[in-house]
């Protein structure tokens, strides 16, 4: 960016370059605590899981996902199909309307990415309800 990009941007936005770096700063500083601070969160998540019992479950769980996607997959769905299937199945809820600004909301670099963890969980999840055919009780069934 240009410095008269920069300016025009902090004025827009009631700010003053100043107050950009500040906030740039400021961002730094925050990304540098959630790394820090990465490890105990992980190991207090996994305790409280422990504490409820849900350890276990959520690990094999996991290690099943993990399993899933390193084997061959089918063809991908349309994102269409995968979309509907993900928010109005899976969530119960409208597709959004933008779906790139949801993605970003996750922390995913592009809707492309979404699409790829989507169709990764609607192929697990599909796999899933075949083993059901079978008649062996699986939690994971999309039906």
């Not at 422990?50 to 769980?61: G, M, N, P, S, V």
Request: glycine share 4%; net charge negative; with cysteine.
């Amino acid at each position: 960016m240009r410095q008269a990009d920069v300016a025009r941007w902090a004025q827009e936005n009631g700010t003053d370059p100043a107050a950009l770096e500040r906030m740039l700063a400021d961002n730094a500083r925050v990304a540098t605590l959630a790394r820090a601070s990465e490890a105990d969160l992980r190991r207090g998540i996994l305790d409280r899981l422990r504490e409820r019992d849900l350890y276990a479950i959520c690990r094999d769980r996991a290690q099943a996902r993990q399993r899933h996607a390193q084997s061959p997959s089918p063809a991908r769905p349309p994102d269409a199909l995968l979309a509907a299937w993900h928010f109005e199945k899976r969530l119960g809820r409208p597709v959004p309307e933008d779906l790139a600004e949801h993605a970003a909301s996750l922390g995913l670099a592009s809707v492309g990415k979404f699409f790829e963890l989507v169709a990764l969980d609607y192929t697990f999840q599909a796999a899933g309800a075949q083993e059901n055919d079978t008649g062996a009780a699986d939690e994971t069934s999309i039906a």
